[in-house]
């Protein structure tokens, strides 16, 4: 069959195109003796279609035509491999030292990025993470974490209402009276979320966010909240090697309350403008859980303790990415998010 | 609050160093802010938390510092030289309602001269923020922010009948205070009364009608205990906030009212001369009642995780005031009437516990069950979410939760949008008066400042909660905003597809089900760069072009192409992928170009090529459209590039072929498409 003719000599050309290598000069003596205009073997095959009886010209045409195309681009192919690869004339350097052709590239909020953070922390000491409502009642924001109406601690936590009595949570300690009333213990959980107060000034945003924090179990004891605190703060900060002080404080839902301070991540406590010149930074709030929590939510305070704290998410975020201005974060500029990630 | 250093030390047996004094303090729970020298003398600012009023005082701080520093407190002694004059003769109070006031002691300085106080006490005043007046008012000052125990002093002559009655507001009476502001008062609210008006809001402020000017002579000293509460409402109502109502609002000691009333009365005659008559006038319906509580030193350590020592116990309790019984592990203790913060147990805990020191306790973590961390299936989708519009190359963004009135009403006609508006009863500012029902009037605003700033290239998004009210309760959905403007990393001007694309991949990356793109829908958007997204029919986002009016409203000169996604239309848990066979015969590409109207949607050809393509047809993809000049606008060119491959054995481009003259021929009858 004369098509058998355009099988050995496909099979010719796949063997001298492999044995010519990355060798410019081979590829080109290979290509000469296939596709040359005068003496190409194309050449020839495509003068023999004439000789041909008329029944076999149309099988062997398309034939001819498909291993042409094929010689065609297996001679491309071959001669870029040889210029770029290849060790004869020709090559072309790279610099090396231009900018890279990048995807485009996407960013995380840094609240967010922090958030994640330590998620990962506590998920890897066994905690849930928990949501919840932004829109809070007031028995979880507040007379179930023994904050009754008229209480001096509603003035520290100025509120927006809403109609029917609603309000936007001024924290997220509600979700932890939300858990505590649906789950018995032990209950280990972590809520980062957003939260509202009525206030705005340098330090104080009226839309922040908070990770809330709970564990409750029996013989949970005040070295267990210091441990754990340490261990996150130590793990979230990391490469500072911060030193880490607790001091007595003041919560509603915790009975003793702690104030959580850091040694100042920018004068290492020596006293800047950062720390007010104390050399502390205060990061978060604890405290062990109030018996008057546990009895609004229905558990024995006889029988369980537990810690809670509360972290400032943004806080936290400005302080590890040395932003100066808490509202810079809720001005929806793309350029700090690109610049942080 | 501001503590003058020398006055605080004055009331303890030794003098302490003050690093020591200052670092004790705040790790006993009273944090020294600030240290600096005004007045001539040293001025600490110590943040006293809002449940000890009884440490808003120097002696109060005074007893905490004794025990901190393990130093003692010098008795409180007052030296006062009485006239043979009784006060019962002189003046007379009379307690109406004794549950608001228990107690009323008042003590008279008859024969006084107004001048100046001394020079010494000016600063000492000054020193703790307290601008000094005159020798009286400054005698109730300093007893004040001595003891704590507020004071009021009267102009004898102008109390009518010399009489006090300590009485509920008449319903609309009116009371102009020391502030000049006439105040209308009601019956929840308690007034000290002379013979026939209110002349003082109890706790709050006095009135200006009796207060002591040029002309005053004798001296009524008021030195009383009023509710909390109703001090706490009254002052709220009227907007009000003295030293006085701060710290009754949060509780004072009645049993320190006598020695304050002494003190004031001593100061008085000390400098404004006069006489102080024989005896207090003390009316006391309403004796404090002493509680008592034990205390477990065993169970204490074990809640502290920490061995306590009951004599360590013990001797903070005694610094403290609450007179220790040691029995054993046990302690019985009486709370001092200073302590109305201490009522139980858990409240003794703290007491011992921050004087034995938070950083004695050792860090032990606690032993819990291994059992992995779970997150929220919310936390989960709103993060999905945000990885997969991240993954798109877009920066993401937070804006307020909270939005004007005026954009949220241009809301209510985005496809999805959540119900009625949800407003804030007491916003900060018009302008953040409304929870936000989309997140695209948020993004808008902080496009145009991006833009403002002279930023061309725009990929941002945002992802946060939408808030609604729905048959009167309120309601939260997460949703993500996307906002795309400007050119591509490449230089290219953004059209639909650019957005459409980011779109989809937020739509992938987050697991939504299958959602259909409809053209138009939205009046955000334009009407032919528009599009409504939909599964099974009901709206859950949209995407497009800024519609020019919108654009014109946020002052925005450049297209915009913005979308919005209810993310609550996701799937809640992404299925797990499966597998099948990967193909182990090669596969035949062929292009087909389609010509037909403009009509005709993408969507319609591309069903119709799936249902007629037959079993061969891998997949398929668009590899060109043109509807350029020479077609007229009329009819577009449409290049599929479609995938053919047998499962079992290598196709040839005959078998190919021929299918796709089957095809071509199938869709020309069914769309009365032709091919270039």
Redesign the interface.
């Known amino acids: 069959m004369s098509t058998s003719r355009l099988d050995e000599a496909r099979a010719a050309f796949e063997r001298d195109l492999a044995a010519a290598g990355d060798d410019p000069e081979a590829v080109e003596r290979v290509r000469v003796a296939y596709a040359g205009r005068r003496s190409g073997l194309l050449g020839e095959l495509t003068a023999a279609l004439r000789e041909l009886p008329k029944e076999e010209r149309r099988e062997y045409g398309r034939a001819l035509n498909e291993l042409k195309e094929l010689i065609g681009q297996r001679l491309e192919t071959a001669k870029e491999q040889a210029r770029t690869a290849g060790s004869g004339r020709g090559r072309r350097p790279v610099d090396v030292t231009l900018p890279g052709r990048?995807?485009?590239?996407?960013?995380?909020?840094p609240?967010?990025m922090v958030r994640?953070r330590i998620?990962s922390i506590?998920?890897?000491?066994?905690?849930?993470?928990?949501?919840g409502?932004?829109?809070e009642d007031d028995w979880h924001n507040f007379e179930a974490l023994n904050i009754p109406p008229?209480h001096?601690?509603r003035?520290?936590q100025d509120t927006?209402?809403?109609?029917?009595g609603?309000l936007?949570r001024t924290h997220t300690s509600p979700v932890q009276a939300r858990v505590m009333e649906s789950r018995e213990p032990?209950i280990?959980i972590i809520v980062?979320g957003?939260v509202?107060r009525?206030d705005?000034d340098l330090r104080h945003s009226?839309?922040f966010h908070q990770i809330e924090g709970l564990?409750v179990?029996e013989?949970?004891?005040?070295?267990?909240l210091?441990?754990?605190l340490?261990?996150f703060l130590q793990d979230l900060f990391g490469t500072y090697d911060v030193d880490i002080?607790?001091?007595?404080?003041?919560f509603p839902f915790t009975?003793?309350?702690?104030?959580v301070d850091i040694s100042c991540i920018f004068c290492h406590g020596s006293g800047c403008g950062m720390c007010?010149?104390?050399g502390w930074i205060e990061v978060l709030g604890a405290g062990?859980v109030?018996?008057r929590v546990f009895e609004a939510v229905g558990i024995d305070p006889e029988r369980y303790?537990g810690f809670a704290f509360g972290i400032g998410l943004d806080r936290l975020a400005i302080l590890l990415y040395g932003i100066p201005d808490l509202r810079q974060?809720?001005?929806?500029?793309?350029?700090l998010?690109?610049q942080l990630? | 609050m501001k503590f003058d250093l020398a006055w605080l030390t004055e009331h303890l047996t030794t003098e302490p160093d003050a690093d020591v004094l200052a670092q004790r303090l705040t790790a006993s729970g009273f944090l020294v802010e600030l240290r600096e020298n005004v007045a001539g003398g040293a001025v600490w600012d110590v943040e006293i938390t809002t449940n000890r009023p009884d440490a808003m005082n120097h002696r109060g701080l005074a007893r905490e510092a004794a025990v901190a520093v393990t130093s003692g407190l010098r008795p409180l002694a007052v030296a006062l030289a009485e006239s043979d004059e009784a006060a019962d003769d002189v003046a007379a109070v009379e307690i109406a309602d004794p549950e608001l006031c228990p107690r009323y002691v008042a003590r008279i300085v008859r024969g006084v001269r107004l001048g100046p106080s001394p020079e010494a006490l000016q600063r000492r005043l000054e020193r703790c923020g307290v601008r000094p007046i005159n020798a009286i008012v400054d005698a109730t000052n300093y007893v004040l922010l001595e003891l704590g125990q507020p004071l009021h002093a009267f102009d004898l002559a102008r109390l009518e009948g010399r009489r006090i009655v300590v009485r509920r507001a008449h319903e609309e009476e009116r009371l102009t205070t020391l502030d000049g502001v006439s105040r209308r008062l009601q019956a929840s609210d308690l007034v000290i009364a002379d013979g026939e008006r209110a002349v003082a809001l109890a706790g709050i402020m006095g009135g200006a009608d009796s207060e002591i000017g040029e002309g005053t002579t004798d001296v009524l000293i008021e030195s009383a205990h009023f509710d909390a509460l109703t001090v706490r409402r009254t002052a709220r109502r009227l907007g009000m906030h003295t030293e006085a109502s701060h710290r009754f609002e949060r509780g004072s000691d009645p049993e320190i009212a006598a020695v304050a009333s002494d003190a004031a009365a001593e100061m008085i005659a000390r400098l404004a001369g006069g006489r102080v008559c024989r005896g207090r006038i003390d009316v006391y319906p309403r004796p404090w009642q002493a509680r008592r509580l034990v205390l477990d030193v065993g169970a204490l350590s074990a809640f502290a995780g920490l061995d306590i020592d009951p004599s360590r116990a013990a001797a903070i309790l005694d610094g403290l005031g609450f007179g220790p019984a040691v029995d054993g592990p046990r302690i019985a203790v009486t709370v001092p009437s200073h302590r109305v913060d201490v009522e139980r147990v858990a409240d003794l805990y703290e007491e011992v516990l921050r004087h034995v020191g938070y950083g004695t306790v050792p860090a032990r973590l606690p032993v819990l069950r291994t059992e992995p961390g779970r997150r929220h299936p919310n936390w989960e989708l709103v993060d999905r979410g945000r990885q997969a519009a991240i993954a798109a190359g877009l920066a993401e963004v937070v804006t307020w939760s909270f939005v004007d009135p005026d954009d949220d009403a241009l809301v209510d006609g985005l496809p999805g949008c959540p119900g009625s508006p949800l407003a804030l009863a007491n916003p900060l500012a018009q302008t953040q008066a409304i929870m936000r029902r989309s997140l695209l009037p948020g993004l808008l605003a902080a496009a145009r400042a991006s833009l403002n700033r002279g930023e061309r290239r725009l990929a941002v998004f945002e992802e946060g909660r939408v808030f609604a009210s729905e048959d009167g309760q309120p309601r939260e959905a997460e949703r993500i905003g996307v906002v795309l403007s400007g050119t591509t990393e490449d230089g290219r001007v953004v059209d639909f597809a650019d957005l459409k694309g980011r779109v989809e991949a937020i739509l992938d990356g987050t697991c939504f089900p299958v959602v259909e793109w409809r053209r138009g829908g939205s009046p955000w958007l334009d009407e032919d760069q528009g599009a409504t997204l939909e599964i099974e029919g009901a709206p859950i986002g949209c995407a497009g072009l800024l519609a020019a009016e919108l654009a014109a409203r946020w002052d925005l000169r450049q297209p915009l192409y913005v979308a919005e996604l209810d993310l609550g239309a996701a799937m809640a848990t992404p299925p797990m992928p499966q597998y099948r066979p990967l193909p182990r015969f090669p596969a035949v590409t062929a292009d087909m170009t389609v010509e037909h109207p403009v009509g005709l949607e993408y969507r319609e050809l591309i069903g119709a090529v799936e249902e007629l393509a037959g079993e061969l047809v891998e997949s398929m993809e668009l590899e060109n459209r043109y509807s350029g000049d020479e077609l007229e606008g009329r009819v577009v060119r449409t290049t599929l590039r479609l995938v053919y491959r047998h499962p079992e054995r290598s196709l040839t481009q005959d078998e190919v072929n021929a299918a796709q003259d089957r095809l071509r021929e199938a869709l020309a009858r069914r769309l009365g498409v032709g091919f270039a």
């Open positions: 990048r995807p485009p590239r996407g960013a995380a909020h609240v967010h994640r998620e506590f998920l890897r000491m066994g905690y849930d993470v928990e949501d409502p932004e829109v008229d001096p601690a003035d520290d927006f209402y809403l109609p029917g609603s936007l032990p280990r980062p957003r509202f009525r705005s009226p839309m564990l179990d013989g949970i004891t005040f070295g267990h210091k441990a754990t340490e261990a002080r607790l001091r007595p404080g003041y009975e003793p309350s702690a104030e007010s010149g104390s062990m109030d018996p303790t974060l809720f001005e929806g500029d793309p350029r998010t690109r990630s």
